[in-house]
């Protein structure tokens, strides 16, 4: 069964709202969580990496205003797209690393999420 | 510049047979990971194999192996004796420099692997 749980997997709102996604380790303790985002037909691209108990780092050209990243607790980070617009329509996946794997490569996607901005 | 180079944007494979996904990557870190996902059009990434830049040996799971050249700077993954199920994007990513719990992983542009009944 999956590690890391990403809700909702699929959802459609409404331009100028705000929609919030959720991005679950299960049984495990992840400091630290990527958000990437996904066009159809392309590669991941890192958005920002959600730092537990601090702020997210975003890379360059990711408005940290419009993406905001949370990382209340060891298990959970949400990302926010507020104001939305359709051009913000796409696939948002998360990933988290194992705190306690010092080689830092064990990392678990999430299911990923579909943005539908209408 | 791109760090992580996929050259093949699609590939079409009888089944059975064997299939290479080249990767090339770019890096001044003498200590990197390189790692191969899958997405399968349902959108989840899985994680199939990793190298490590110091690892001696290439790196295989089951049917992927991993051709590790460091030289040229290349990390192909090699999957034996395809299935139909093999049919999704195949990603390319690295890890660079030394881990660190804030690293990143950066993904290439992806390979969409097709196999042939």
């Known amino acids: 069964g999956a590690v890391v749980s990403q809700h909702p997997s699929r959802v459609i709102c409404k331009s100028g709202t705000s929609v919030k996604i959720e991005c679950r380790s299960l049984?495990?303790?992840?400091?630290?969580m990527f958000w990437y985002r996904q066009f159809p037909k392309k590669s991941l691209m890192l958005m920002a990496t959600?730092?537990?108990?601090?702020?997210?780092?975003?890379e360059q050209g990711v408005e940290k205003d419009k993406f905001l990243i949370n990382h209340a607790s060891l298990t959970l980070s949400t990302l926010t797209v507020t104001s939305a617009h359709p051009e913000d329509s796409s696939f948002y996946i998360c990933?988290?690393?194992?705190?306690?794997?010092?080689?830092?490569?064990?990392?678990?996607f999430g299911e990923g999420s579909w943005l539908t901005v209408v | 510049a791109q760090k992580i180079t996929q050259t093949q944007p699609g590939m079409f494979v009888q089944e059975k047979e064997a299939v290479t996904l080249d990767c090339t990557y770019d890096?001044?870190?003498?200590?990197?990971?390189l790692f191969w996902y899958k997405q399968p059009s349902s959108g989840e990434m899985i994680f199939l194999i990793y190298?490590?830049?110091?690892?001696?040996q290439n790196a295989t799971e089951g049917r992927y192996s991993l051709n590790f050249q460091k030289a040229r700077k290349s990390a192909n993954l090699v999957i034996s004796a395809s299935q139909l199920g093999d049919s999704a994007m195949y990603f390319c990513?690295?890890?660079?420099?030394?881990?660190?719990?804030?690293?990143?992983?950066?993904f290439g542009s992806g390979t969409r692997l097709s196999i042939r009944p």
């Open positions: 990933s988290a690393r194992l705190v306690l794997d010092s080689s830092g490569n064990t990392i678990y």
């Open positions: 990513a690295m890890r660079e420099g030394r881990y660190s719990s804030a690293s990143k992983i950066i």
């Open positions: 049984d495990f303790q992840a400091t630290t």
């Open positions: 890096t001044s870190d003498q200590s990197y990971g």
């Open positions: 190298q490590g830049s110091y690892d001696e």
């Open positions: 959600s730092n537990e108990g601090s702020k997210a780092t975003y």
